[in-house]
């Protein structure tokens, strides 16, 4: 596993370590079942404080990219159903949301593709 990290960039440390596992493991560089370092491992190598590390590996989990075994360690989870299931509930909250507020189905799918757009031209 191979990360960078960039002082100078406008994202928190937390918040590339998080990106970066997640693409990673997104695009299979990380299998599941992959082992990751333990947190104070990882932020010794990259130069960080732990308590950044750790922020970041819990966004990951909250994510259902990484899951924690206990003292076995933290892996790679098995994604992609449950990021599947995780995004399905946040579209049925925003379609719910974006009807109370009176929104037809242009507009409503006009913010998605924005938000989706300023989202992934950042990384």
């Known amino acids: 596993?191979?990360?960078?990290?960039?002082i100078d960039d406008s994202a928190p440390p937390y918040e590339q370590v998080r990106a970066q596992i997640s693409e990673q493991a997104r695009t299979g560089v990380l299998p599941v079942g992959y082992r990751l370092p333990t947190v104070r491992g990882l932020a010794e190598s990259l130069g960080l404080a732990a308590n950044t590390v750790a922020k970041a590996y819990r966004a990951l989990e909250t994510d259902?990219?990484?899951?924690?075994r206990g003292r076995n360690g933290t892996f790679v989870a098995a994604a992609g159903s449950a990021a599947e299931r995780e995004a399905a509930l946040a579209a049925q909250a925003y379609v719910g949301r974006v009807r109370r507020l009176g929104?037809?189905?242009d507009a409503a799918l006009g913010a998605v593709r924005d938000a989706l757009r300023a989202a992934y031209e950042e990384g």
């Open 103 to 105: 929104l037809d189905e």
């Open 1 to 6: 596993m191979t990360l960078k990290i960039h």
């Open 64 to 68: 259902g990219v990484i899951e924690t």
